[in-house]
């Protein structure tokens, strides 16, 4: 134990800007506190990490559509709140560069140089039709709730965000 | 130490369709690790585990009328987001089937067979006027925060979604 | 070990006052089970442990903006589901009172009473413009996410609600 890095996993169950702003935050802090981070994206989370340009792939019409509408990409992130038709999103982006603070896509890299395991959640892949076509290059790999779990045992924190 | 079991615990508070899809999913993971398991339902999540027939009985005007609009059951469960007047939510339901995937009864029963414990708070029932009729049989029981904590001390993971 | 307290620590992501309850009723119980509890507010979670009275006083038009459609305040606060243009919480508040339940300002004062530390997190403050000028003398200090995690590296118990 005394040998071995403290870990912090985190589920990223949310796609909304702001959830996600919070899930890098810790991560970012925790990898920069010498702890051993990995990320867990599922569901509307996996939106985050999807590649910002080019489509979506899948089969089915329902998929197409599902992938469609649920477009994702760090930069389509919205506001769980007061998003307004995106003024919300866009003023709090704006507030945010106000202070320097990093924007999605800066975390994303930043918590990749970091050493913060970015892992998308195959089950919901599977349901959504997604496969590693669809996630930026930072993502290390697809794994399921066992693989979460696993970490979380061993984990001094885990938090599902 | 050895010898336990290693606890999951999880507070159920959301009562949408794809939290619910999560939870489950954890706690039944997490069973089939050898893991102990309980879910401690409140608030909305209660929902979740309300039976699907019949009415819920309530004394008073105000309780009626949220009982009425805030029915529950596994099968009246929405999607947080693309829930269009409930056509998100089918086509969830579809692609979820296409794929073999439980849906929320089918859960429900796995955990129950797998030995999960299903608790539901008490504190949320007395204000929203529940008892346990409301419920399925496969919720072993009502309990408030105190009981949880008291599991969440000893668990190895606690999540709160 | 055997002679420190048990520590649990939460994340207060939302400004919903079904989540704010949620986290005082198990912050107040493990107060009351003999836990050291910390409470760190975020994002919208700020609204919670803010002053009900008087404006709050921001620089530039955009925070100016933010913090007003954003007021927040023990009192301002609303239910996720069924707000129902305040129908559904004023209705909520009033199923509490009948069964002789804190509301959110009784829930501040007992936690602080019961030594629950009230947190606010820095780095919301400074995106949102506020300082601590904008809290209810119950917060105890801003602190930043490196404070939480170290608190919750220590914790028996740690949520994000």
Chains 1, 2, 3 share one sequence.
């Not at 989370?45 to 489509?55: C, D, P, T, V």
């Amino acid at each position: 134990m005394a040998e071995e890095k403290e870990k912090l996993t985190i589920v990223v169950f949310s796609g909304d800007l702001d959830r996600a702003l919070a899930a890098f935050i810790l991560a970012t802090t925790g990898a920069s506190m010498g702890m051993e981070v990995s990320m867990f994206f599922t569901f509307w989370g996996l939106n985050i990490i999807k590649k910002n340009e080019g489509g979506i792939k899948s089969k089915g019409l329902m998929r197409k559509m599902l992938n469609f509408m649920n477009r994702g990409g760090s930069k389509r992130l919205k506001l769980s709140k007061f998003n307004m038709f995106g003024l919300g999103t866009w003023m709090m982006k704006k507030l945010m560069k106000e202070v320097n603070y990093p924007s999605i896509d800066d975390f994303i890299s930043m918590a990749h140089q970091m050493g913060v395991k970015l892992i998308a959640c195959t089950t919901t892949c599977g349901i959504m039709g997604l496969n590693d076509d669809a996630f930026r290059s930072e993502v290390e790999s697809l794994a399921g709730a066992a693989y979460f779990l696993g970490q979380a045992r061993e984990a001094r924190v885990a938090l599902f965000i």
